[in-house]
């Protein structure tokens, strides 16, 4: 089945101490997304590739970087994790092309433990 | 700003009918969104409303009046299963989704 890939499903860091975190895709999809959710919140955008267009909101800390080495993955990095940082780590990937609704399609979530 | 409200939580019993409610203010309108959020998993999509009127998909169904910067989801038939958060989504004029906080929904045997 065609579908998003997380990992690792669980990471624990210690402060200060650099991630990764990696997506992968056989959905073909030309947008990736990734959030930050934290219990009970909303899903905060924290960045997106259409195509091979970068896009940084602009609340993103510059703690958070990404890549997108080719269309079938995606890597967040987080340089220097603070407490805060501590949360579940969705990416999502979503078709701009032809009709449709534009669907997310989410990953299972990496969820960050800082220590 | 543009906002999404959403009940905190809501309780119902097993083989019921709960209806949760979203309203939003957003810049610009193209599109609402339910998404399935189950304890510690990734959401799922549930329903997608643009024009008004009820979009119905098995026990699920969706409601959208624009002008009331309003939906509902009605979930028929309540299961165990159902327990979960519900996420409704709005995609602005920049086609930008404004996420609500969610509804968490506990279903009572």
């Known amino acids: 089945d065609a579908m998003v890939i997380q990992n690792p499903r669980y990471q624990v860091t210690q402060f200060g101490k650099p991630v990764t975190l990696s997506c992968s895709q056989t959905?073909?999809?030309?947008?990736m997304y990734w959030y930050q959710q934290k219990s009970s919140q909303a899903p905060k955008l924290l960045f997106h590739?259409?195509?091979?267009?970068?896009?940084n909101e602009a609340d993103t800390p510059d703690n958070f970087q990404s890549r997108r080495p080719n269309t079938s993955f995606c890597f967040l990095d987080i340089r220097s994790p603070g407490l805060g940082d501590a949360a579940m780590y969705l990416c999502?990937?979503?078709?701009?092309?032809?009709?449709?609704?534009?669907?997310?399609?989410f990953g299972a979530g990496s969820r960050l433990t800082v220590l | 700003g543009q906002n999404i409200d959403q009940p905190t939580e809501m309780t119902a019993t097993e083989g019921a009918i709960v209806q949760i409610n979203c309203t939003y203010q957003?810049?610009?309108?193209?599109?609402l969104f339910w998404y399935q959020q189950h304890a510690g998993e990734a959401p799922t999509f549930l329903s997608y409303?643009?024009l008004d009127g009820l979009e119905e998909k098995g026990r699920f169904s969706s409601f959208l009046s624009r002008s009331k910067g309003y939906s509902y989801l009605l979930l028929k038939e309540l299961q165990m299963k159902d327990s979960a958060s519900y996420l409704c989504?709005?995609?602005?004029?920049?086609?930008?989704?404004?996420w609500g906080a969610g509804t968490k929904l506990i279903i009572k045997p």
């Open positions: 999502a990937t979503s078709s701009s092309r032809g009709t449709g609704a534009n669907v997310l399609t």
């Open positions: 959905l073909n999809h030309n947008v």
């Open positions: 590739y259409y195509d091979k267009d970068f896009n």
């Open positions: 957003t810049s610009g309108f193209n599109g």
């Open positions: 409303n643009v």
């Open positions: 989504a709005v995609r602005d004029s920049n086609y930008q989704l404004i």
